[in-house]
């Protein structure tokens, strides 16, 4: 039983709306109340117009729509948002009022919402942004929707550690606006079914600012996951491969300490790191100055073999503490 007045000025709902080439911003709008006719005066979310021409779903002009008809609505001065409502106004003064104190609404909610209340509150988002990598981007389409699933995909990558930062998303062609505002954080600009005009096309390749075009939205997730995985420390594993027990500490001269060890397992590696432990606590970390059998200075020694030891910049060393031989891998890692 759903019931509209055909009789009043028109209201609707945003299905979708484009740049399009040649026929500028164009919003598919659903009128749900009243009757738009071509040459009506009216506001969409931020934005404001006169209509233009009216489009039905077959591609033919017509002159009005009723409620529960849609339509390509031409004549507007941007692209609004899906979502938003279109509203007849009286007077083209009325609709820019209107639309500019929208602007000015949204521009101060931002603000509020990107500024803390606290000095403490401030200075805790700063420091939790510190130890969170950032890839910032800047996103094109030819349509809002696809620019409201892109931006959600983007939102979703990323960890603790590392995350997309969506500078700006837009409709239309990549202009030089967009390359200015990706030129201080070095932001690439994303492309999806838009490419950039000659002029922003000289100001990226002047500015080192990266262009890159897409038309498959999975392959722009995965290329975007790529670059975010690559901001991602590498996990650092590390292997045991040998322990030495020293037996007794000689003073060389021009060397300095050295410990004659014996191997109780394992393999001693000269290139490896090593730990000095005392009663089984950690008193030293670093690396091996010398590594020798007999006096020979060799690259390892295997277990059950005894040989001499001296650490670089380290000399408090005693009989019968432990030497832990270890390997570090570095393990490069992906974002699932």
């Not at 083209?92 to 101060?108: C, G, L, M, N, V």
Request: contains cysteine.
């Amino acid at each position: 039983e759903l019931r509209a007045n055909p009789n009043r000025a028109a209201s609707g709902a945003v299905i979708e709306a484009k740049l399009d080439v040649g026929r500028g911003p164009v919003a598919t709008v659903l009128v749900q109340n009243g009757t738009l006719r071509k040459g009506d005066i009216f506001v969409v979310g931020e934005q404001w117009g006169k209509v233009r021409a009216l489009i039905n779903d077959k591609g033919e002009t017509i002159a009005e729509a009723g409620p529960s008809v849609p339509v390509e609505v031409l004549g507007l001065s941007g692209t609004p948002s899906a979502g938003d409502t279109l509203n007849v106004v009286e007077t083209e003064a009325q609709a820019r009022e209107i639309a500019d104190y929208r602007i000015k609404t949204a521009k101060d909610k931002r603000a509020a919402a990107g500024a803390a209340t606290t000095l403490e509150q401030l200075m805790a988002k700063a420091k939790a942004d510190q130890s969170v990598a950032e890839l910032p981007i800047l996103i094109k389409c030819d349509v809002q929707g696809s620019a409201e699933a892109i931006v959600q995909a983007m939102e979703k990558i990323g960890n603790e550690e590392v995350r997309v930062r969506v500078l700006h998303s837009g409709v239309g062609a990549i202009t030089d606006t967009d390359v200015a505002l990706a030129e201080a954080p070095k932001a690439p600009i994303i492309g999806f079914n838009v490419r950039a005009n000659a002029t922003a096309r000289a100001s990226a390749t002047q500015k080192g600012v990266e262009i890159r075009y897409y038309s498959i939205i999975y392959d722009l997730v995965d290329d975007i996951k790529a670059a975010a995985s690559g901001l991602l420390k590498a996990e650092v594993r590390e292997t045991f491969i040998g322990y030495a027990k020293i037996l007794e500490v000689f003073k060389v001269s021009g060397v300095g300490k050295v410990a004659g060890c014996l191997i109780t397992e394992g393999v001693a590696r000269r290139s490896a790191g090593v730990r000095l432990l005392r009663d089984n606590v950690v008193i030293h970390e670093g690396t091996l100055k010398t590594l020798k059998r007999f006096k020979d200075e060799v690259k390892e020694v295997i277990s059950g073999q005894e040989c001499g030891m001296a650490f670089e910049n380290y000399e408090d060393i005693r009989q019968n503490d432990v030497i832990e031989i270890f390997e570090r891998e570095e393990v490069q890692r992906t974002l699932e």
